[in-house]
């Protein structure tokens, strides 16, 4: 169960673009569709923003889009706000019936 | 709305137990699969337990099989965390999470609980 692999940071300015990778291996991002990403603000419960590598929960904007090739899924932020800063995790269903976390991303927003 | 609610943690020695409950509403208990993630200080966040709709499957983390134990209650709205032989590295925020249906993702979480075990 090694944590799936994510850029300690990322940063950009205001109405940029941003994209957050996350690898991992045949085991987990590779074998299933279940690929999903969290928002994280210090202090508050984490909330879903992509689940099924692409999909967006109600609610969520659609400057947030997810995708997958291979073994690495993605995380794009366009037009970006300063209420995005927050650390982004990805996460992963795998073959073991576990899932597994990428170790976290902190968005900056210069 | 959907509320989860975790018990108040606290801090206790190595080689001691404690339990976790997470109180839900809001929604058919009954019908979902739920989690248990963690936090340690300054660290990311760490999937933990797993449990289906009825109780009857159940998976782990390795770094906590064999020690921890989760359960629910289902006339209660109550899931719970049962956790043994707690070591320092077991310091962290516990969440409980509701799983969305059938996409392995967790929509709904609770605020966290802080667990702290030191001697």
């Known amino acids: 169960q090694s944590a799936l692999t994510q850029p300690a940071s990322v940063s950009g300015s205001p109405g940029q673009s941003i994209t957050i990778s996350c690898t991992g291996t045949s085991s987990d991002v590779g074998a299933y569709k279940y690929v999903s990403w969290y928002q994280h603000h210090p202090g508050k419960a984490p909330k879903l923003m992509i689940y099924e590598v692409s999909n967006r929960p109600s609610g969520v904007s659609n400057r947030f889009s997810g995708s997958k090739s291979g073994h690495t899924a993605s995380l794009t932020i366009s037009g970006l706000q300063a209420e995005d800063e927050a650390d982004y995790y990805c996460n992963s269903y795998t073959t073991s019936d576990t899932w597994v976390f990428g170790g976290g991303t902190k968005l900056t927003v210069l | 709305q959907v509320q989860l609610v975790e018990s108040e943690g606290g801090v206790v020695q190595p080689g001691t137990s404690l339990r976790l409950s997470c109180a839900a509403s809001?929604?058919?208990?009954?019908?979902?699969?739920m989690h248990w993630v963690r936090q340690a200080p300054g660290k990311g966040l760490e999937w933990v337990a797993f449990?289906?709709?009825?109780?009857?499957?159940?998976y782990y983390a390795d770094s906590v099989e064999g020690r921890f134990s989760i359960s629910r209650d289902n006339s209660k709205n109550t899931l719970y965390l049962h956790m043994n032989s707690l070591r320092a590295e077991d310091t962290a925020l516990y969440y409980c999470?509701?799983?969305?249906?059938?996409?392995?993702?967790?929509?709904?979480w609770g605020q966290g609980t802080l667990v702290t075990v030191s001697s």
């Open positions: 449990i289906s709709y009825d109780g009857s499957r159940k």
């Open positions: 999470a509701k799983d969305r249906s059938n996409s392995f993702s967790y929509d709904y």
């Open positions: 809001g929604f058919t208990f009954s019908r979902y699969e």
